[in-house]
Each structure stands twice: as C-alpha cells, then as structure tokens.
C-alpha cells in the first residue's frame, strides 16, 4: 500500500530504528496490515513501519527517528478503538505498546498502582487478586490502560466509580520532540500548576504518546447484589434512575437496554428477561445490609415508575452471567445479523433529556432500512446505538449517526461519551466547542508543530 | 504606588472602561488598596485600576482594553486567596468578580449548576435550600466559585467528593484577546476533544478569566454522624484513616488536628477535647442505619489502633458545633497570639507517607522560634502547618515551609494541595514538574503571548 512519505526516508528510519530496536521493528505486510485498523468501519490506514519498544526511552528515541525523517507516530494498542484512532491514515510509525505491559506498583495503602501503558485492564484486574483493592473502569474491551487514558474511556460503572478522567493520577508522555514528562504526583490532589494530566488523557496520541500511567484503586465491594428489572416505558426507567441517584443509593452499575437489545442478550445468553425496557443494577456496600437496604430502595423507586418487577441476582454466578451478557451485547447483537458490519455511536446527554433523546432515536430507527438495538450507561446520559449493516448501508447509518448527534448536541450533550473522536467524529467538534476548538488546536500546534502526532485525529491542523 | 505602565496608557484605559463600564472602573487609592492583597504574608500589588463587571461581555471588552495598552489583568474574587494570587504585582487592571453574582441555573434532574463567577459557596448552598441537593466543596472561606475553580480548591469533604477538578463540567472563560469560549457540555462525560475545562481549572487567572462556572452537585445525604476520636499516637490516626478507606467506609470527612491545634480549638470554641492527636469523622449515607455501620466500623478499627474512645455527635447542634470548630481553626489559631502574622503550608503526601511526614514536620518545628499548629485532610494526604509569626519571624517560617514542601515532594507529593501557586509557591514547581514545567510554559506562552493575564502567577514566562 502507497503512502506519502518518501521511501528513502522510510529505509533510512528502519535502519536507525534497527539500530536500537533490532527485530523489534517490522517493515513486514501482515504486521503492517494488522496495524492498520482497530475495530470500526473507518477506512484502515496503513503504517510503513511497526516498532514495538519495550521501554519509555525507545518510545522516546522512536519520536526522534519520526523527527529526523518527517514520519507520523501513530501509537497501538489492543486495537479496540471504535473511531479510527489507531489508523495510520497518513503512513509513518505504528507504536506497537505490547511490550511494554508490567505493573510497575501496586500502592495497598495508597490505593493507586503505575503500569505501563501496554498493560490490560484484564492483567490488572488479575494483579489485584488479593488485595482487596481493584480496578472498576471497564470499557468491555479488554483494552489497554495506555488506550484506555488516551481515549478518556470510562463503561458500565462510570456512575460510581468515574471515568479515565477521574482515575488517572498521573503519566509518562513522551512529547513529540522525544521530551519525556511526568504528569501528576502521587499525592490525591494538587492545585500546583497547569493540569497535564488531565490534557493527556483523551487526547487520543495527537499530544504525546501516554507510556506510563498512574491508577486511583477502588476498595473491592465487601457486598454486591444485582437486579434486573424491566419497565413499561423508557421513561419509568430513566425516572428511576434520576431518582435514585438524587437520594444517594449506591449504585455501582446501572444499564439500560432496549427490547431489542433484550433479545438479542436473550438469544445469545440463554436468557428469558422480558422483551422491555430493561435496566440491570448492581449495588456496592461495606455490608450485606447496607447492599440490601440500597437495592430495596431502588425497587421501590422502579415500582413507582411502571416496573415489571425487580429480578434479584443475589448469588455470585447469577450476577456473573448477568455481567457477562451485558459485555457480550457486541457479540449478541452481531448474532443477530451474521455477517454484518456494526456501527456503534456514543451520544451522551444530560440525564434529563435522556428519556427524550432514547425516544426520539428510536423512533428515527423506524425509518431506516437496517436493524438496530440500543445500550447504555444509563446513569450518565450515554447509550450506544449498535447498528448492523449490509454492504450498502454504511453511508444510510452514517447520516442517521449525524442526526443522533445533532439530537444530542441541541439538548446539551457530546457526540462522544467515551469512545473519542478519533477520525470519525471531527466533524462534530465545532458544534461543540465553537471556539473553544481553536484553543486545541494551539496548543496542538505548540506541542506538535510538525502534526507528527496521530495526524488526522480528534482536529485538523492543516 | 507606582507601577511600570505609561502613566498615558492607563489614562487611556480608564477612558476606554468608562466608556462602558461607568463608574464600575475606578482608579481610587482605597479601592486598589483594598484589591491589592488576599489574606497572606505575600507582598500586596496595587492595580491600576478596578473594574467591576456585570457580563461575560464587559470582561471580554476590558481583555480588549488590556490589549491594546499592554495593561496586565488580575481577576478578584474574593480576596481569600492564600498564595498571593489576586496580588496586581504588575500594576495593571484588577477585575474584581462580585457584580457577576447571579446563579443561571439548577437543574434537580441533572444534579448541576451555573453560577457566575462571583457566586460565593455560601451563596449557591442558600439557593440549594429545599432542593434535595447540595455543593459540597468547602475551602473553609467563603471563597467566590470562579475563584475556587481557578486555584482548584477542595477542602473537608474531598475525601468523598472530590475536588473543584472533579466537580467543574464546564466554564465560560474570556481569553486574553477577549475571546470568549464554553468548556465542557452538559452530559456527565465526554470524549470530546482535550479536556479545557481542566487546563482552565487551577490555571489562577493566567490562561484565561473564568467567568462562569458549571456545577456538579450531590444529593443531600438522608442520614449524617459524626464523631470526635483522640489516639495515643499519630500512626494511629492514620493507620485508621487508610484502613477505614480501603474497607470502603462511607466517611464524607476524615480532619486530623495535632493536639496543639486541638488545644487551639478548646480555647477559641470552647470545647473540652483530649489534647492528643485526634480525628474529626463526619459519615454520610441514605439511612440512619447506614450510617451507624460506617461509623461503627470507623469506631472499631480506631480502636484497633489505639484510639481512646469515640465520642459520638449525634445530634444537629452537636455536628454543628463540631465543625464551626473545625472552620474556625484559623480563627482559633490567631487567638494563640493576637497581633501575630499567620504562614500557611499545603503540603499533600500518599497518604501512605502522611505519618511520617506529619512526624518529622513536628519534629523540625521543634527547632523553630514561632508556635504552630497541624491540621489537614488526613483523607487526602494533605495538611497545613499555622505558623504564628512575629515581625522577625517571617524569613524562619519561610525557610521551614521550604524544608516541609522539599520533605513533602521527596516523599511524592505536592508543595501544594489545594492553595494554589500563585507568586508563592513558583519557586517549587520544577522540582515537581521538571520538563512538564516547560509545556506548561509553553502553553501559557500559546494562549497569553504577551503575558497579560496574571503575570508573575504559577511559573515564569518571562
């Protein structure tokens, strides 16, 4: 596959990079191919060349060899991206972060952990057994936490726990001119100076490339309980979910599903839940009373608003098969359609318009040609739209994604909730910011003068 | 007082001002007096001249006037600053926030505000009245919104919910060439594009001036207690505090006060506390119930670490009085020695080297001339050292804030947890940030290039 840079420049990268990489640095078909694309419908984008560095400092001697020659840095890592973000859409460099995957920490008592940035939230999670302390962020994706801080992801606890915004102490960049910087302290909190931190994470490579990444734990749950229950109406289910928490009940997990999406789950997870407007719960506590008297509050509130009835899912297998289902909806819903290609959007919107938007969405569903299911974190205002595609159907989904997130943006919301921008959604972001996205982009420019970074994704420079 | 502007060039802006401000800009010697210094041992700066604008517009027309004249802009809140932030160290215009005083908006359904920038805390928990919902971020001052949100303020109740960093969703800030731009959106969470609304938050007027403020708030918590526990030692204090997060104890206020502090607070608030190292616990939850399991869990492993009883403050007036105690502690610690100079520190430590930390800072006190006392957000790792100074003594508390900020960062921290920079802390920051100091510079650079807005502020550009 052509791209733009000149193939002398190309060679001599190689042999610089071969210098300090060895076989570490691949100008190979496959390799470049299976870099070319993460999971969406963008068009792929493919890397002359793939690096695997297994430290920050051949992070930073690749960003120097990218320098020397003009080449774009693009970084990878599980190639879960839903927008495009690890397409190298104008060739140059695929960072390839999978060996650079140890915990570097753990902080029982501080509860906080670094890793390097290749690390998945799976290896974590499984690092953690036996601390008591775990990591909630959970974007179903066994993504990694280097993808995770540079997307601004978040998932299904969001509500309680945060997103990658809240949970990210701290980070090794490395900056397009090879600088390396460290973000953050250990300390919980800090008002000394310009929050960098904080502008790394979501900037999705186009600043820096993220190798190290500084984690806030949370306490594992002494008790959980769970519960599904399905509604008459979309709205008695956001109206239960406002109410409970404007009184404080612990949710931890609170998502919505679809009838549709229902059936889906039901048919690829051997479920019989309702063919409604469903909403599963999981409840966190200190105590088996305090879980309890949390998740009776919540089915009190759903009985006031059209509930069918609180299924509880007390024991550790129910809520495990529960848990499992919600993260196989990708599966379940490409079930539906074998074959298909899928197109998820991400709109996030106040929660009081939430009940509006769902509505006014599906019954823009009715009039396209494909089939479609909705998903959401139902507690921050975000759903997903999972539409399934024949090979003539792209280009209708698209529009009727561009009409999702004009309904989203006029009643206060973001066309991205937690997947990020990447190559799909820049052309959203003046509608959103105004002229707030001239600001990104100076300083993108000030960081990236030679929009080596990721070009392409989140805005344009040039 | 002189100041370095053309004599002419100030004539002018004034003319300028007035044209739409009236007699809301004044060159008064009292009223630049009085906006001249917060409450610090920092030497004041006197503005120019003071404006008192009423609209996001009228800001953005004084950046305009800024401009033109090369005249520096200071923003006013309420002049609590601690770090000599709202100091006019160049002369120029001081902005002064308390015209811009209305709150725009609350949401029940949403759980959010926006205020104007000079809304204070007090102001937005009055119109919270009745509503279900409250603001919980509490400096101790009655601090404005804008400026909490510009020094990334925080306060007792951060170790449950959080700081101004997580509880700003978006600003309106004017841009030193009068720009005007919205951060944020209204949805909980967004992938957007980089995240301004948290390089604006802590930026103390340097990047931009905050003119409007949007809110997260939180339910009011159904059920509250509280408790006063003294401990033989300050390990022990601590070693509670850790155990009791770590179990996911629903504490919503966890205050350390050394026992000269609570010997202090005896005094001024007539209280008959131990005069020990103590913990001020505050438990919120949604029932009576609840919070009772919280704070016997608390209760228990205090006394696993050598507690000398939970003194419960179960009652309204008890709770009350117990924490009008604990925001009175500047007030107390002035009654230590009327007449003397209050230096504060804000040094915040993993709260796995607080201990140690709080240790070796009594320990160093004991070699110093000036009485002091300790008292922090243990939850957090962040605590201040009161120095009670006399006129000689300033230059002897300086140098022994320098030992505890160097001890704090050797230990991963921060110089400063929740103050702020301003022209007090700079001569930290590098060794905090290294090279990330330089991207901050050249952020600042970007966005302020003839450095106009706050000069002399957070790092040095010049």
Redesign the interface.
């Known amino acids: 596959m052509a791209t733009a840079h000149n193939i002398s420049a190309i060679e001599a990268a190689m042999g610089e990079l071969h210098d300090f990489l060895g076989d570490r640095v691949s100008a190979g078909e496959a390799v470049r191919e299976q870099h070319s694309h993460g999971e969406s419908t963008h068009p792929p984008g493919m890397p002359d060349l793939v690096c695997f560095p297994a430290t920050t400092e051949e992070v930073s001697r690749i960003a120097l060899v990218s320098a020397r020659h003009g080449l774009p840095i693009v970084p990878f890592g599980a190639g879960t991206s839903l927008e495009g973000h690890v397409h190298a859409l104008r060739g140059g460099i695929s960072i390839d972060m999978s060996r650079m995957n140890r915990i570097l920490r753990v902080?029982?008592?501080?509860?906080?952990a670094t890793v390097e940035a290749g690390v998945s939230r799976k290896q974590l999670q499984q690092a953690l057994d036996n601390t008591?302390?775990t990591f909630f962020i959970d974007p179903g994706a066994d993504a990694t936490l280097g993808g995770m801080a540079a997307?601004?992801?978040?998932g299904t606890t969001?509500v309680r726990y945060?997103?990658m915004?809240?949970n990210v102490l701290g980070l090794t960049v490395v900056?397009a001119d090879g600088?390396?910087?460290?973000?953050g302290?250990?300390?919980?909190?800090?008002?000394?100076?310009?929050?960098?931190t904080?502008?790394f994470?979501?900037?999705e490579g186009t600043?820096g490339i993220i190798t190290e990444v500084t984690l806030r734990l949370?306490?594992q749950?002494?008790a959980v309980t769970a519960a599904i229950c399905a509604f008459e109406t979309i709205e008695g289910a956001v109206k239960t979910v406002?109410e409970a928490?404007?009184?404080?009940?612990?949710v931890a997990r609170i998502e919505f599903m679809d009838e549709h999406q229902v059936d889906a789950v039901n048919r690829y997870s051997h479920l019989d839940m309702l063919l409604k407007p469903t909403l599963l719960f999981e409840f966190?506590?200190?105590?088996q009373?305090?879980v309890e008297?949390?998740a009776q509050?919540a089915e009190q509130l759903a009985s006031e608003h059209g509930s069918l009835g609180f299924q509880w899912q007390t024991t550790l297998a129910d809520r495990e098969r529960l848990w499992k289902a919600r993260h196989d909806v990708y599966y379940a819903t490409r079930a539906l359609r074998p074959g298909s290609d899928l197109l998820t959007t991400?709109v996030?919107?106040?929660?009081?318009r939430l009940a509006e938007c769902i509505v006014a969405t599906r019954a823009d569903l009715d009039s396209v040609s494909f089939p479609a299911v909705m998903v959401g974190h139902v507690g921050?205002?975000?759903f997903h739209v999972q539409c399934l595609l024949g090979p003539d159907q792209i280009e209708e989904a698209n529009q009727f994604a561009q009409r999702l997130v004009e309904r989203?943006?006029a009643m206060?919301?973001?066309?991205?909730?937690?997947?990020?921008?990447g190559s799909g959604?820049k052309k959203?972001?003046y509608a959103?910011?105004?002229?707030?996205?001239?600001?990104?982009r100076?300083?993108k420019?000030?960081?990236d003068p030679d929009n080596r970074m990721n070009p392409g994704k989140?805005?344009d420079v040039d």
């Open positions: 902080s029982i008592d501080d509860m906080d008591g302390l997307t601004r992801a978040s969001a945060g997103t915004r809240e900056l600088r390396i910087i460290h973000t302290t250990r300390a919980r909190k800090s008002s000394a100076g310009y929050d960098l904080r502008l994470v979501g900037s600043l949370h306490a749950p002494e406002i928490i404007q009184l404080g009940v612990a966190h506590g200190v105590s009373a305090s008297e949390a509050m991400d996030c919107v106040p929660i009081s921050d205002g975000n989203a943006q206060g919301g973001t066309c991205t909730g937690e997947h990020g921008v959604k959203y972001l959103e910011h105004g002229e707030g996205l001239e600001v990104m100076a300083i420019r000030t960081l989140v805005l």
